[in-house]
């Protein structure tokens, strides 16, 4: 039970307990002191543990000839449990939160920025190759009209679930809010219910499950600990999918929904191996106009091998350019600067992020590419993907109209 709360584990404790007597008391009648409400533990709506488990603890401190007792007094068990802190000593089981889960509300917070999030992961019947993605949409009320709006479309490689996915669209909504109030709607009943409660208990055990192996999705969660906290305020609202309704919520959801599966239609697909490259490359965690130089000797090789897989009218035009492969690491670069070259492929991706998230001027795209890489056709692609980017949220904020009464 570690990594759950102090009351859970002593549900858990009282459930063990009879289990372990069975044998000596033979159904005779039993009275077991417990120091927790282990009755208001198991009717809690919110719980870190999974509903079969609160099912079989039921059942067994359910018998009849048992007689559950609550008991302060310091009993030899006390001993054996791990220290508490000042706040977990005196609460009241049925309705004590931790502190940290506190802080992440369940219910809108007024005049706080509102977002919609979606991941979508789907594979395509023709070519049997997984398709990801994520969306943030952005809604905003004035009276008794809206708008809704685009914000982000992240193109995600093709291993991604739809639970990776989800995160990733959570991840960057609480990007975007940094330092601000913030009401974010989902309609994944595993992202709101890891965000409220099973992320902490995964932190608290360092993210590992009983047998010591790495949790599914160990990176997205620890990217999730963060982001949570870069908010002034956070509330995390499940709401349903696929209502057809016109309410702001719904058709909030509908877009986030929408913009996910457009998304995910366009991801190209890349192994792990070349989504870690992406990642020293553009790291999401600094500033969306950065882009690190990949000088490392891990992103050299897989550098050299995105190379590789260009279409070869792309490196005939590399070699017309001046660009010469390097007999020792492989790597195409420029003669004369010795600038590395960038691959259509990891261009695509540089352009999502660098300019759809915040819609960065095409002049500063061209300085910050520059800089570090040689690209062929830079001009014509930025300006493609942004007028791209710019149709697309034309297109899709929809027109203001009254709200349904």
């Known amino acids: 039970m570690k990594g759950h709360y102090p009351c859970e584990q002593a549900l858990a404790a009282a459930a063990f307990a009879v289990q372990k007597s069975a044998t000596i008391v ?3 009648p039993l009275t077991l002191y417990v120091e927790h409400a282990v009755f208001a533990i198991l009717q809690k709506s919110k719980s870190t543990l999974t509903t079969q488990r609160v099912s079989g603890y039921e059942v067994i401190l359910s018998i009849p000839s048992l007689q559950v007792v609550r008991c302060h ?9 791990q220290p508490v802190s000042e706040d977990e000593q005196v609460h009241d089981c049925a309705t004590y939160t931790p502190e940290e889960e506190s802080e992440i509300s369940e219910d809108p917070i007024p ?18 190759i997984r398709h990801s993605g994520a969306a943030v949409v952005r809604a905003e009320q004035q009276g008794s009209s809206d708008t809704s709006q685009i914000m982000s479309q992240i193109p995600l490689p093709s291993h991604f679930s739809a639970q990776a996915a989800e995160l990733v669209a959570m991840i960057e909504a609480l990007q975007h809010a940094e330092g601000l109030e913030v009401t974010i709607y989902s309609d994944s009943a ?7 409660s099973s992320i902490r208990r995964w932190e608290r055990r360092g993210f590992l499950k009983s047998d010591g192996s790495p949790v599914m999705h160990k990176d997205l969660l620890e990217q999730l600990i963060k982001a949570l906290s870069l908010p002034s305020k956070v509330a995390v609202i499940k709401c349903a999918a696929h209502t057809n309704q016109q309410d702001l919520i719904s ?37 969306v106009t950065e882009l690190p130089p990949p000088y490392t000797e891990t992103a050299r090789l897989h550098l050299s091998e995105l190379q590789e897989q260009a279409l070869p009218h792309e490196r005939e035009l590399w070699e017309q350019r001046g660009c010469i492969q390097s007999p020792t690491d492989f790597i195409y670069r420029q003669e004369s600067t010795g600038k590395p070259v960038m691959p259509q492929a990891l261009l695509y991706i540089a352009l999502e992020q660098l300019h759809l998230p915040a819609h960065t001027a095409k ?3 061209l300085a910050t590419l520059q800089t570090d890489w040689f690209i062929t056709q830079l ?3 930025i300006t493609n993907r942004t007028a791209y980017a710019n149709s697309l949220n034309n297109s899709l904020t929809p027109n203001r109209c009254s709200k349904d009464s």
């Open 26 to 28: 033979m159904g005779s």
């Open 73 to 81: 007094t310091v009993n030899p068990a006390t001993f054996f449990a």
């Open 190 to 196: 595993y992202v709101t219910t890891t965000v409220h």
């Open 251 to 287: 058709r909030g959801n509908a877009l986030a929904d929408w913009a996910a599966k457009e998304v995910a239609k366009t991801s190209p697909n890349f192994s792990e191996q070349d989504e870690h490259t992406l990642g020293m490359m553009i790291n999401r965690q600094q500033s």
């Open 379 to 381: 001009s014509e692609m």
């Open 363 to 365: 002049e500063y795209l």
């Open 111 to 128: 005049g706080s920025m509102l977002l919609f999030v979606d991941g979508s992961s789907c594979i395509d019947q023709e070519t049997g």
